[in-house]
């Protein structure tokens, strides 16, 4: 018997039938099968560059979806799994515990704002939304309140896709047509008309001062991204916003939940972006950077009021398969260590600045609606939605990995990416956006 292919071999080189497999049988995000979008196979990664199996490597826009703010193939993180592998990959949370997950709760801990004590691991983004849910919920249950059922939000808002986390979402981005009757039904204000820079009026607050007055005794909390809408439509409104949101919380005794899954570990320019406001949640979600994108997780910070509040009267009533896995809580730990040099304070200024230079000429093009740029997050918002099987192919053929959806261009690249690679984005996004401006397609 010949010996098999070592496992390494098999899965890094892809064929043409395995092409032919994942086109037929395998969903990716948001897709059909019977009427796919493209997809390209990837050979490796490294820093803030994506090789295809062609040998095409492609300046990563993306840092897979807000997650790989350290690039790929970190030697930092890849010493801390292999490191975590040789000893034990997973034990059971139940009535066990180790050093990995004792290190990073303490690292959420000292890093969260000071209120924020109590720690819960999750398995991804989506869950934690779940978990801040169901902890404002048992809140109010251990003070006897057994009536509230309700979050208050904001459209436009996204956090997640669960069904729980899809209830909170903006109700038309979020398909809640689709899923009519099957989720629970929230409290929604218009999105935030102030811009992140906007001179603050209090008229901007009314809606939202009216409806949590008209509907606080039925509220468990408020939820909502802070200072930047992320998946929902990339907005970024003022902080002024949030620090009024926060004061009628308080004003009323509502929780605050704040999911920092996109924004937290300075994407946004401030470690958390609700530091813009000068404010502290609640509660607090916390994923995607979590772990440099390396591996599934996410936790729920909350204070040790809320925490104290359900625990002298009853428990905190989750606990998955794969909770506070050891694996995925010391790359986390790396990933935190490299936060905490503090070097993505200069990284994330550099994005700023070569975002907002190299993006600019896309303003006055014909296809665009605005061009923004906060942190670490540039957007070009085109009039139209782009065409995906058009769009995506040409981006890969200018050599950069970006993801547009409906009428957004944006990028999130690593933290890591040099200044030519920045550049060398920025470029071939105004080519593209050029094209598309150009007189036959508009
Ligand atoms: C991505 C995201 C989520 C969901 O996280 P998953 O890990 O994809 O489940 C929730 N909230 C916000 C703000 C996000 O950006």
Not at 94 to 110: D, M, N, Q, S, Y
Request: proline share 6%; aromatic share 8%; with cysteine.
């Amino acid at each position: 018997m010949t010996p098999k292919q070592p496992a390494s071999a098999e899965l890094s080189s892809i064929t043409p039938d395995d092409m032919a497999f994942d086109r037929d049988h395998i969903w990716h995000p948001y897709t059909s099968v019977t009427h796919p979008t493209p997809v390209f196979p990837v050979e490796s990664a490294h820093g803030a560059r994506i090789r295809l199996a062609d040998g095409r490597e492609l300046v990563d826009g993306m840092a897979s979806w807000w997650s790989a703010v350290h690039g790929y193939n970190h030697p930092q993180m890849n010493a801390a799994a292999h490191a975590q592998i040789d000893r034990f990959s997973h034990v059971m949370f139940g009535g066990l515990t180790h050093k990995p997950a004792i290190e990073l709760c303490r690292k959420l801990v000292e890093m969260t704002p000071e209120p924020l004590q109590t720690v819960f691991l999750a398995d991804s983004g989506s869950v934690s939304v779940e978990i801040s849910i169901k902890m404002a919920v048992q809140y109010w249950r251990c003070r006897d309140d057994e009536r509230r059922s309700k979050l208050l939000t904001i459209r436009n808002g996204y956090h997640g896709d669960t069904i729980g986390a899809m209830a909170v979402c903006d109700p038309v981005n979020g398909m809640h047509s689709l899923f009519r009757g099957i989720m629970l039904e929230h409290v929604f204000v218009d999105s935030p008309e102030c811009r992140f820079e906007d001179e603050w009026d209090e008229r901007y607050i009314e809606e939202f001062a009216c409806t949590l007055k008209e509907h606080h005794r039925d509220l468990v909390g408020v939820i909502m991204e802070p200072v930047v809408q992320g998946a929902g439509g990339m907005r970024f409104y003022s902080p002024h916003y949030l620090r009024r949101v926060s004061e009628l919380c308080k004003e009323y005794g509502i929780l605050l939940i704040l999911d920092e899954i996109a924004t937290g570990f300075g994407r946004t320019g401030k470690l958390f972006a609700c530091e813009h406001a000068g404010i502290v949640p609640d509660i607090m979600t916390v994923g995607k950077a979590l772990t440099g994108g390396y591996m599934t997780m996410a936790a729920v910070i909350c204070s040790e009021h809320v925490s104290k509040t359900i625990c002298d009267r009853s428990a905190m009533m989750h606990g998955p398969t794969f909770m506070g896995n050891p694996l995925a809580c010391s790359v986390a730990c790396a990933s935190l260590d490299i936060i905490a040099t503090g070097e993505w304070q200069e990284q994330v200024a550099n994005l700023e600045a070569g975002m907002k230079e190299g993006l600019e000429p896309c303003r006055d093009m014909a296809a665009v609606a605005d061009v923004r740029v906060l942190g670490g997050i540039g957007v070009v918002e085109l009039k139209q939605p782009v065409d995906m099987q058009v769009i995506q192919p040409r981006l890969v053929e200018e050599g950069v990995w970006v993801r547009p959806f409906g009428k957004l261009l944006y990028l999130l690249p690593p933290y890591v990416i040099s200044k030519e690679e920045l550049s060398f984005l920025c470029a071939a996004i105004c080519r593209v956006v050029e094209e598309l401006s150009s007189p036959e397609q508009v």
